[in-house]
Every structure is written in structure tokens, then in C-alpha cells.
């Protein structure tokens, strides 16, 4: 009877709403659960999305790396009149994070890295690579800040020339100082300083102005 006592005194105060509580856990549990299940399907449905983004990503890589490769290819012998080039990717157990490394031969040079290149041969590689991939996906308007402004007027004006063929796709706006792309562009814009502390805006349409001087 002690026995039977004490365990029952062990049992504590009866708990009348035992059987509510009960219920409003297993209402609150069974909520809770759906909401994990939810999740849970919810992170299986993001991992599969980003599985197929990847696998397109690659895809699309890697065709259009190839296609900026050989435009760079073949860019980089109109501009440099010669040479040759390569994009070359290297090894990577993930190629969307693989590093490109640019590999440039002017002409009568040998084949290098493009680290290895003077300034202006530098500055021609990397106008040749953004033809190149301008020439992907041509773009309906580009601006182009001083970006000959390290060549010589030889390669200057190569790239003038190839400038002007190429806006035959895409509109051009470029700041520049060199005079071979000045001779070739549509419109000129210049700022001038009359008075001090006063900047004017002059322009001139080439070809008018070519039409006035030829007769003279």
C-alpha cells in the first residue's frame, strides 16, 4: 500500500486539461510537419533549378566561348595585319569558374603570354577580345572612352578602320584624342574654352564638312 502510495504522490496534481493540451500540440505538430514537408520539397525543387541553370550555363559557355574564340581569332590578325591568337581555357573541375588565359603572337614575335606583351600590343589584345564579343551579340550603342589612346598611329588607325566597318551594326560614341579615328567618325563633338571658365560645345558633320572643302 506505501508503495502503491508513493507512486501515485510521484504521479503529481491531476492535469484536467491534459486531453485539450494534448489535442493543441497535435494540431500545432501536425502544422509544423506539413510546413517541413513544404520546405523539405521546396529545397528539392531549388536543387533541381539550379542543376538545369548550371547544365544550361555550361551549355551556352561553352558554345559561345567557342564563338568569341574564333572572333578573337580572327580579329586579332585584321588589327595587328598579321599574327596570331588564342583563348584557352584551363583546367578546372568546375569550367564556369575556370580561369581564360589570353594567349597573343604579333606578328614576327613569338607566341606569349599576353603579361608578356608591350603596352600598346597589350591595349590592341584587349580591343581585339571586346570586338570579339561584341561581334557575338552585337549591341545597338556603345560608348568607348580613349580606349586606342596606348597605340601608335599604324594601329591607331587600324582599329579606326575596323571601327568604322563594325558601326555598321552597333552606334559608336568615342571619347578620343587620336586623329585616325577622328578622320573616320560620322560627327565630331569638341569642347572649347573661350572665355575662362566658360566651356562651348562645337560639332561638326564630317561629310558636310568634306562636301564645303572639296570645291574649295
Known amino acids: 500500500v506505501g508503495k502503491l502510495r508513493r507512486q501515485m504522490s510521484a504521479l503529481g496534481n491531476i492535469n484536467v486539461d491534459a486531453i485539450e493540451q494534448s489535442q ?12 517541413r514537408d513544404d520546405l523539405v520539397k521546396a529545397e528539392e525543387d531549388m536543387v533541381k533549378i539550379i542543376k538545369d541553370l548550371s547544365a544550361e550555363m555550361l551549355s551556352r559557355f561553352e558554345d559561345q566561348f567557342q564563338q ?26 568546375d569550367l564556369l569558374e575556370a580561369g581564360i588565359e589570353i594567349v597573343a603572337q604579333p606578328p614576327e614575335k613569338k607566341l606569349q603570354s599576353i603579361t608578356l ?3 600598346g600590343e597589350k591595349a590592341l589584345t584587349a580591343i581585339a577580345i571586346l570586338f570579339a564579343i561584341l561581334r557575338l551579340k552585337p ?18 588607325g ?15 560614341v568615342v571619347i578620343t584624342h587620336r586623329k585616325p579615328t577622328m578622320e573616320l567618325a560620322d560627327n565630331l563633338y569638341g569642347v572649347t574654352m573661350e572665355e575662362k571658365g566658360v566651356s562651348k560645345i562645337v560639332s561638326v558633320q564630317l561629310s558636310e564638312a568634306v562636301s564645303v572643302a572639296e570645291p574649295a
Open 117 to 119: 606583351l608591350s603596352g
Open 68 to 93: 568569341i574564340r574564333t572572333n578573337f581569332i580572327k580579329i586579332f590578325k585584321e588589327l595587328f595585319n598579321g599574327g596570331t591568337a588564342d583563348l584557352i581555357l584551363q583546367d578546372s573541375d
Open 158 to 172: 587600324r582599329f579606326a578602320k575596323y571601327l568604322r566597318r563594325f558601326s555598321e551594326e552597333t552606334q559608336f
Open 139 to 156: 549591341m545597338p550603342f556603345c560608348i568607348l572612352d580613349e580606349i586606342e589612346a596606348a597605340l601608335d598611329d599604324a594601329n591607331a
Open 24 to 35: 493543441e500540440l497535435s494540431v500545432s505538430y501536425e502544422e509544423e510537419s506539413a510546413r
